[in-house]
């Protein structure tokens, strides 16, 4: 096996549990604010998640369950503005702190920098969501760390697609051996497999039950991992 010299940490589910606790309530909050009758428990929401990105969960919702959403009107649009204010409420939620670190996780990145591993994140996600997450949770010292920070639209497929992996690679400058991915979900996984990397998956309760075959290790907390071990 090759010297491992990076480790790629997904971010939503893997850092923080940020889907329940935040954007579900940001989507929530901004469903009220567009006065949408929608509202998403913890139930459907999980089931939503088989849908990465935001902009694209939106719009297989209204496909689904309110088509008349969009009559004539201009889809994109109006999930585009849905969207920036779920983000606006998400930076704001995750930026006051409330959205905590998973156990374990500040220590793994912590001991991983002093071991001399190079960091970085491949997420669906927003990147003012997870400057704002990072910005609470992390000391600044810390977050420079992260070299490469791979989110949301830089690449047109979002995972289970391998591009945000590929975009992370290219940007580290190393081959997929020497790194490790650190995913929470099937639709992670698969990105991680999908770019050549070895997979490291921390479950948590939204994705307890999902098929990880091909992940290096599943774990359910990141806490007490040795760096040396992996
Ligand atoms: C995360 C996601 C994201 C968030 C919403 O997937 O699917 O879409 O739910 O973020 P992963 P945006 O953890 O596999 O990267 O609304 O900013 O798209
Ligand atoms: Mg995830």
Redesign the pocket.
């Known amino acids: 096996m090759e010297t491992l010299k990076a480790l790629i940490f997904?971010?939503?589910?893997?850092l923080a549990d940020?889907?329940r606790d935040g954007?579900r309530c940001a989507f929530n909050l901004a469903f009220g604010e567009h006065g949408l009758e929608w509202h998403w428990d913890e139930q459907t929401y999980g089931r939503l998640?088989s849908?990465?990105?935001?902009?694209?969960?939106l719009r297989h919702y209204a496909e689904q369950y309110d088509p008349a959403f969009f009559a004539g009107r201009d889809a994109d649009v109006l999930i585009r503005a849905l969207?920036a204010t779920?983000?606006r409420h998400?930076v704001r939620l995750a930026g006051s702190g409330r959205i905590p670190l998973r156990p374990g996780v500040g220590c793994l990145i912590e001991t991983a920098i002093a071991r001399g591993l190079r960091l970085a994140m491949?997420?669906?996600?927003?990147p003012e969501?997870v400057e704002a997450l990072l910005s609470a949770t992390l000391p600044e010292p810390v977050r420079r760390r992260f070299e490469v920070i791979g989110a949301?639209d830089v690449v047109a497929a979002?995972?289970p697609a391998s591009d945000?992996y590929a975009w992370v690679l290219e940007r580290l400058d190393l081959p997929p051996e020497s790194c490790l991915a650190i995913?929470?979900?099937h639709?992670?996984l698969q990105?991680a497999l999908g770019a050549g990397l070895r997979c490291l998956v921390t479950r948590n309760d939204y994705t307890r039950n999902e098929d990880f075959s091909g992940a290096w290790r599943v774990v359910d907390t990141l806490e007490g991992l040795a760096v040396d071990d992996l």
Request: aromatic residues 2%.
């Open positions: 997904d971010v939503d589910g893997t940020t889907e954007h998640l849908v990465t990105g935001g902009k694209e969960r969207h779920k983000t998400y491949a997420t669906t996600t927003t969501n949301g979002k995972k945000i995913e929470d979900s639709n992670g990105a």
